[in-house]
């Protein structure tokens, strides 16, 4: 008799014994499509066996065995088995959710050849010289396909834009698919059309090299912390990288955050290789295309992989290099489900593939700092910009307390906005609240717009005239007079961005000024387009919120405002002056890219605050070196570690009640943590739901795991029918 032990997407931590007929073979990794309760469900073997302690009258059989995809390998089973463990989160849940949804639903689904394009009669007698010259992409595709037909990824190589380009030509018949010719001429060819491959890669600076070296050295797992400033280069070190890595045959994978992964991107990196085969896994894509392109991961034909926290779980046979990039952003946490670090789960992976891991950030992480310190990294500073003309941006703090300021903004913000309008040079106005006002109040009772199911205030719209909860959604018209003493006389107070465009146009009614948020970008492509408006400078001030922080060059931007970053300051959450000041670098790494130096002003009430100090020396180094030290003496992480329990229903009494029988279990646990009180959360009520939270801390990695062992199955056993819980390790929000 055979039997499989199967991983299902239930919440349940158990695995699931199936009987397998005689006629079916399975292994381990493969998808089995089984019985569960009276549902069809798709699991993962994870277990071969030749008996079980499911009764016979009990057990089910495997339906069927889906050999349509390759078995799950069992490097990348053993991560997930890691994962499930650290994280407290169900077995079967975690094996499921790394999966792309196509293969977890047992669609038959299959690797489709690459596809390769051609012109077709048509377009083989169209005369390049008579299209329009504007339509530069194009242009450069129907060039590069009358030397011969080219495969996606060397189209891709051409433009950000030449896919949707390629598209078009596709519908207007000019150009065909066509099957895979792979003549190396053709390659070369295509490649020599590309903007900038790594032949013509930078000769490195004495810093760069010194950065590329000991990783090119290493030989099986070491991780590395590439700390370089901006504009120090580390893009030209990652590729320099990758080239050493790609050609010892190895597969590189390439973490980055959920919004810098653009089609820029992903250009950059196919133009520098254009040889070689480049798959992107984000959760912008069709779920057919992800499929196909974990299959071409998993199948090794595709070598890099590019791609968010989700691509950590990619299977890679040949995988030789990882790189996170902006190793520090909030992104690369899932925040329900499986509540991983891709960062740490990415070290984990190199450390058990034997392959060494580069983190990179010009402001890391404390942990990471940390870790580079302790000497469980190595660290790897670029101090200097890599073009030796190019100039940090000049940072100063506008002192808000001293002046009058114009709807948010101090005259010297204006007058610097001005003036750029003068030079024809973009500038940047950065604030992170959306809307117009965060609240509106009567001037004579003091009523507050509250949202009715929240503990958070209703944010003004004007645009709409509507008042929006930006926690629960719940939207009502503005009222005409105050809900609670009738007075008409209603203020908003604070700003937001809808506020500050208002106000900036009506200050400089001349110039073009571009919004962006997530209000403004919700519709899908409104993002990119505005994105080539900035870059063809068809926009002369932005204002935004950190959409705009990351990752985006913009050349002829030289001015960024910075509005009222002082909550962060004094917020109940500790991290919050470790995001800022990253945040701060990140848009001030926006200004002066170029030729042009750039400005960043800061309006504050705090202008001697040690965080701006820092800013304004560019010297994350002495910022970190700060709270670290503060980090330390209080007992925070990364000196510490931490678990977060959370609990949130609609019955407050039901909430805490279990939530001081989790307490009453921690504390009972023999173990070295230390165990907080239970508390409502820094959000107490969002959409009719309390939240209620508890933390425990270790000294230790390991003795929290211990802790967490014992714990979670007692909370697993306690009453919840009405509310829901969720553990949370190493948590990034409180
Ligand atoms: P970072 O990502 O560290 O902010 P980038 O990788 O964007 O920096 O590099 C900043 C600029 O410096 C880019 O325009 C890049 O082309 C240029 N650059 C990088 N390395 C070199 C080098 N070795 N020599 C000259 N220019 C370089
Ligand atoms: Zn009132
Ligand atoms: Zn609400």
Redesign the pocket.
């Known amino acids: 008799m055979n039997f499989v032990r199967v991983a299902l997407d239930v919440p349940l931590s158990t695995l699931f014994d199936y009987f397998l007929p005689e006629n079916f073979t399975a292994v381990v990794g493969q998808r089995v499509l089984v019985p569960f309760g009276r549902q069809q469900m798709v699991g993962v073997v994870l277990e071969c066996l030749s008996e079980t302690d499911v009764p016979a009258e009990r057990i089910k059989a495997v339906q069927q065995v889906l050999d349509d995809v390759p078995p799950l390998p069992a490097d990348l089973l053993k991560l997930l088995r890691f994962c499930s463990d650290y994280y407290q989160h169900p077995l079967g849940m975690t094996v499921l959710a790394a999966l792309p949804a196509r293969v977890r639903s047992g669609e038959p689904v299959t690797l489709k050849r690459a596809l390769t394009y051609e012109l077709s009669e048509a377009g083989r007698a169209l005369d390049l010289a008579q299209l329009p010259k504007r339509k530069v992409v194009q242009h450069r595709i129907l060039a590069a396909l009358q030397a011969g037909p080219l495969g996606a990824q060397q189209v891709r190589a051409l433009s950000p834009s030449a896919m949707a380009t390629l598209k078009a030509l596709l519908e207007t018949g000019w150009a065909r698919e066509c099957a895979p010719t792979s003549s190396p001429e053709h390659a070369k060819a295509a490649g020599e059309l590309t903007q900038v491959a790594f032949e013509n890669a930078?000769?490195?600076?004495d810093e760069?090299q010194q950065a590329v070296d000991p990783v090119t050295r290493s030989a099986g797992y070491a991780s590395f912390l590439l700390y370089?400033?901006?504009?120090?280069?580390?893009?030209?070190?990652y590729v320099h990288l990758m080239h050493h890595f790609l050609q010892r045959s190895g597969q590189v994978l390439l973490l980055v955050p959920e919004i810098n992964l653009t089609p820029q991107l992903e250009h950059y990196f196919q133009s520098r290789f254009p040889q070689t085969e480049l798959v992107s896994l984000h959760s912008g894509l069709s779920e057919g295309e992800r499929t196909q392109n974990w299959l071409r991961a998993q199948s090794g034909q595709a070598r890099i992989v590019l791609g968010t926290r989700l691509s950590v779980f990619t299977p890679l046979p040949e995988l030789g290099l990882i790189i996170v990039d902006e190793e520090h952003d909030a992104s690369f946490k899932q925040q329900d489900g499986l509540r991983y670090s891709a960062r740490d789960v990415a070290i984990f992976r190199a450390n058990q593939r034997s392959v060494p891991i580069v983190l990179?950030s010009?402001t890391p992480s404390l942990e990471s700092w940390h870790n580079a310190h302790s000497g469980r990294y190595t660290l790897l500073p670029?101090r200097q910009?890599?073009?030796q003309q190019?100039r940090l941006p000049e940072v100063r703090c506008l002192n808000t307390t001293t002046v009058p300021l114009h709807e948010g903004m101090t005259p010297a913000l204006l007058a610097a906005l001005g003036e750029r309008l003068q030079r024809k040079e973009q500038s940047l106005v950065f604030i992170n609240r959306r809307g117009h006002a965060p609240v509106l109040m009567c001037t004579a009772c003091g009523w507050l717009s509250g949202c009715p199911h929240c503990a958070g205030k209703l944010v003004l719209h004007l645009r709409d005239r509507r008042l929006r909860c930006h926690h629960c959604g719940h939207q009502q018209r503005v009222p005409h007079a105050c809900p609670s003493c009738g007075n008409t006389d209603l203020q908003p107070v604070g700003i937001g961005t809808q506020r500050i465009e208002a106000a900036l146009q009506a200050h400089f009614p001349e110039a073009r000024i571009l919004r962006v948020d997530r209000d403004s970008t919700r519709n899908k492509g409104s993002w990119a387009a505005m994105r080539k408006k900035i870059q063809d400078d068809a926009v002369d001030i932005l204002v935004g919120t950190q959409m705009l922080a990351k990752g985006h060059?913009f050349p002829n931007l030289t001015l960024v405002g910075v509005l009222n970053p002082d909550s962060a300051l004094y917020s109940s959450d500790f991290r919050a002056s470790e995001k800022l000041f990253a945040q701060l670098s990140q848009v001030a790494?926006r200004a002066g890219?170029a030729d042009k130096p750039g400005e960043v002003l800061v309006q504050t009430a705090f202008p001697e605050h040690p965080l701006f100090r820092a800013l304004i020396a560019h010297d994350y180094e002495a910022w970190a070196r700060t709270l670290l030290a503060e980090r330390e003496q209080a007992g925070f992480p990364p000196f510490v570690f931490q678990a977060l329990l959370r609990a949130e229903g609609k019955n407050e009494g039901e909430v805490y009640a279990f939530m001081q029988q989790a307490h009453a279990a921690a504390t009972a646990v023999q173990g070295e943590v230390e165990v907080y009180g239970v508390v409502p959360a820094a959000m107490p009520k969002r959409a009719n739901h309390y939240l209620v939270q508890l933390l425990v801390q270790a000294a230790t990695r390991k003795a929290l795991q211990q802790f967490l062992r014992a714990w979670k199955p007692q909370l697993d056993a306690l009453p919840a029918q009405k509310l829901r819980w969720s553990l949370d390790v190493d948590p990034l929000d409180f």
């Not at 930078?202 to 600076?205: A, C, P, Q, R, V």
């Not at 370089?228 to 070190?237: A, L, P, Q």
């Open positions: 930078h000769t490195l600076t760069q370089g400033i901006t504009g120090s280069g580390k893009t030209e070190v990179g010009a670029l910009r890599a073009n190019a060059d790494g890219r």
